[in-house]
């Protein structure tokens, strides 16, 4: 079993930045991918970025250019930059990986208002 805990959320003013952390506690070898997904309020879950084993990573149009994943060097941790936050960014932002099985951690708000 696989358990994943993120970190980061909070409220923040529009313009501004917060970065997401999510650790998993998973060897780095069974690690398929890890990414980073949103739900607004009485919206569907949608992707935000992923990176693979091998570092590929993949960006809704919505975040390209304000958003950066990342992971550290044992690869069992993701984050997530976010700049430029936008009001429409506010959601609950779940931490995901994909191994034999697909995971998912216990969700951080993320509020962007004035």
């Known amino acids: 079993q696989v358990h994943l805990v993120e970190s980061g959320g909070g409220l923040v003013q529009p313009g501004g930045s917060l970065r997401l952390s999510c650790a998993a506690s998973?060897?780095?070898?069974?690690?398929?991918?890890m990414g980073w997904f949103r739900q607004a309020p009485g919206k569907q879950r949608e992707l935000v970025a992923t990176?693979?084993?091998?570092?590929?990573?993949n960006y809704a149009d919505s975040v390209k250019g304000r958003f950066t994943i990342s992971r550290d060097n044992a690869k069992t941790t993701v984050y997530l930059q976010m700049n430029s936050l936008k009001p429409e960014d506010t959601a609950v932002y779940y931490c995901?990986?994909?191994?034999?099985?697909?995971?998912w951690g216990q969700g951080t708000q993320v509020t962007v208002a004035s």
């Open positions: 998973a060897t780095r070898s069974s690690i398929n991918s």
């Open positions: 995901g990986l994909t191994s034999v099985g697909e995971y």
């Open positions: 990176i693979s084993r091998f570092g590929t990573t």
